[in-house]
């Protein structure tokens, strides 16, 4: 490898993602520059290779759901240290307008987002801004968390976002529909939450294998039964407190 330079997944348009040599970023005033760990693949960034995303403007490196370490920082830095391992909630607001006031910095018209509006994580070096830090979007890791368990880190606090807000709490049913990585996350949290019963329903074999393995009261194989009427039938014709769908299937929603 050139002195400089590092490697990275580049996304170059529809089902074209290449491995290249790019310019390693400089350390960016007042922020970070982090030596990548692992990162994970989001669907988000798998669904790049079969269909368009007009967010991801090519070329473009993608990834955002990372561990890395410090390598250099700010001298404004004092949070932070060389060789601290790190993640980040990788969609940066702005904190200042209407919106961001209002707890709504996801939908902030000025957020920036690893990975869509910034250089990603599949990377061997990650830039992150100053602003990352002033927002609090940077997080320490753990000592005895793995980094390929912290990567999760970003999906899981999409799931907590979620389960806050359908307010899933104690001695609930919960019905997850979509036994994928945020359908078995999501089942997970919700067992931690509180739920007294957690159901999942799965179309595909290799998934409903998975679900099995997980601390959930059933699993519903929906390529099998229909899964409104078996979800009555466990619940005693009451159905569930909370259903959340995690399977982009109109059918699926519409149930």
């Given at each position: 490898?050139?002195?400089?330079?590092?490697?990275?997944?580049?996304?170059?348009?529809?089902?074209?993602?290449?491995?290249?040599?790019?310019?390693?970023?400089?350390?960016?005033?007042?922020?970070?520059?982090?030596?990548?760990?692992?990162?994970?693949?989001?669907?988000?960034?798998?669904?790049?290779?079969?269909?368009?995303?007009?967010?991801?403007?090519?070329?473009?490196?993608?990834?955002?759901?990372?561990?890395?370490?410090?390598?250099?920082?700010?001298?404004?830095?004092?949070?932070?240290?060389?060789?601290?391992?790190?993640?980040?909630?990788?969609?940066?607001?702005?904190?200042?307008?209407?919106?961001?006031?209002?707890?709504?910095?996801?939908?902030?018209?000025?957020?920036?987002?690893?990975?869509?509006?910034?250089?990603?994580?599949?990377?061997?070096?990650?830039?992150?801004?100053a602003?990352?830090?002033?927002r609090?979007?940077?997080?320490?890791?753990?000592?005895?968390?793995?980094?390929?368990?912290?990567?999760?880190?970003?999906?899981?606090?999409?799931?907590?976002?979620?389960?806050?807000?359908?307010?899933?709490?104690?001695?609930?049913?919960?019905?997850i529909?979509?036994?994928?990585?945020?359908g078995?996350?999501?089942?997970?949290?919700?067992?931690?939450?509180?739920?007294?019963?957690?159901?999942?329903?799965?179309?595909?074999?290799?998934?409903?294998?998975?679900?099995?393995?997980?601390?959930?009261?059933a699993?519903?194989?929906?390529?099998?039964?229909?899964?409104?009427?078996?979800?009555?039938?466990?619940?005693?014709?009451?159905?569930?407190?909370?259903?959340?769908?995690?399977?982009?299937?109109?059918?699926?929603?519409?149930?």
């Amino acid at each position: 490898m050139r002195e400089g330079k590092m490697l990275a997944a580049v996304y170059q348009g529809i089902g074209k993602i290449k491995v290249e040599e790019v310019d390693k970023p400089p350390l960016p005033l007042g922020g970070l520059l982090v030596k990548v760990s692992c990162c994970a693949i989001c669907g988000t960034d798998y669904k790049l290779l079969i269909t368009e995303n007009p967010r991801f403007k090519p070329p473009l490196i993608i990834g955002h759901e990372f561990v890395g370490r410090v390598v250099e920082k700010g001298a404004e830095v004092t949070d932070f240290q060389v060789g601290d391992r790190l993640t980040m909630a990788t969609t940066i607001s702005c904190g200042r307008c209407e919106l961001c006031h209002r707890g709504l910095g996801n939908l902030c018209e000025s957020r920036i987002c690893v990975g869509t509006d910034i250089p990603g994580a599949m990377a061997e070096y990650l830039a992150i801004p100053a602003l990352a830090l002033q927002r609090g979007n940077v997080l320490k890791v753990p000592d005895g968390l793995s980094d390929e368990a912290a990567a999760l880190s970003e999906p899981l606090g999409c799931a907590i976002n979620a389960q806050l807000i359908a307010k899933v709490g104690l001695g609930q049913t919960v019905l997850i529909v979509g036994a994928g990585p945020l359908g078995c996350l999501h089942a997970e949290l919700a067992r931690a939450s509180g739920a007294l019963k957690v159901y999942l329903t799965q179309r595909s074999e290799p998934r409903l294998s998975l679900a099995r393995k997980l601390a959930v009261d059933a699993v519903i194989d929906a390529s099998a039964h229909d899964p409104v009427s078996e979800v009555r039938r466990l619940t005693q014709g009451q159905g569930a407190d909370v259903v959340i769908v995690t399977a982009p299937n109109p059918k699926a929603q519409e149930e």
